[in-house]
T-cell receptor
Framework: EPEVTQTPSHQVTQMGQEVILRCVPI?????FYWYRQILGQKVEFLVS????????KSEIFDDQFSVERPDGSNFTLKIRSTKLEDSAMYFC?????????????FGSGTRLTVV | DQQVKQNSPSLSVQEGRISILNCDYT??????FLWYKKYPAEGPTFLIS?????DKNEDGRFTVFLNKSAKHLSLHIVPSQPGDSAVYFC???????????FGAGTRLTVKP
């Protein structure tokens, strides 16, 4: 069964450093998303991406965040200057058209720890 | 942002019995509702969905009920199996938005 692949599975970084989280969505999917889950809290929407541009973003997704689809397969989330509160599990997801009814396929996540 | 609420952080059920997971929402514009299941160290897995034009959707052992007037949905699992033990998230979205709002999750434990 096709899956969404995320790397690395765990990233430790120093406060103020830049990190790039990588995702390979399912190849025929058109919509891509990043969500995060701070430990013990709910899953929060960050951004959705379609047709090579951001389609929606939440209030969490401020200027320190950016997303890119540098080639036909990868989808990346960059955090420019990490803060302690950015420590969370980051999930990438993808969907075909109509993901709202048929659901997204999530990756296993990248655990980001900012120290 | 508490648009989607799951007020029970945990639920314990005996194998073979029914599990009922509840979810409430505040945004009357939500028109798609989904349930996801999450095992430790994995991403959420889509389970079942319902659109606001329906009040019930069934898929095998899983049934989702939607009560729009009460802004409430529930997931019924019957019969419950130990492999159903996981965290269950409800999620909702509105209109043409593709972002989903998730609840905080309910940890279901099914005891053999």
């Amino acid at each position: 069964e096709p899956e969404v692949t995320q790397t690395p599975s765990h990233q430790v970084t120093q406060m103020g450093q830049e990190v790039i989280l990588r995702c390979v969505p399912i190849s025929n999917h058109l919509y891509f998303y990043w969500y995060r889950q701070i430990l013990g809290q709910k899953v929060e929407f960050l951004v959705s991406f379609y047709n090579n541009e951001i389609s929606e973003k939440s209030e969490i997704f401020d200027d320190q965040f950016s997303v890119e689809r540098p080639d036909g397969s990868n989808f990346t989330l960059k955090i420019r200057s990490t803060k302690l509160e950015d420590s969370a599990m980051y999930f990438c997801a993808s969907s075909e058209v109509g993901g709202r009814l048929y659901g997204y396929t999530f990756g296993s996540g990248t655990r980001l720890t900012v120290v | 942002d508490q648009q989607v609420k799951q007020n029970s952080p945990s639920l314990s059920v005996q194998e073979g019995r029914i599990s009922i997971l509840n979810c409430d929402y505040t945004n009357s514009m939500f028109d798609y509702f989904l349930w996801y299941k999450k095992y430790p160290a994995e991403g959420p897995t889509f389970l079942i969905s319902i659109s606001s034009i329906k009040d019930k959707n069934e898929d095998g052992r899983f049934t989702v009920f939607l009560n729009k007037s009460a802004k409430h949905l529930s997931l019924h699992i019957v019969p419950s199996q130990p492999g159903d033990s996981a965290v269950y998230f409800c999620a909702a979205s509105e209109g043409n938005n593709n972002d989903m709002r998730f609840g905080a999750g309910t940890r279901l434990t099914v005891k053999p």
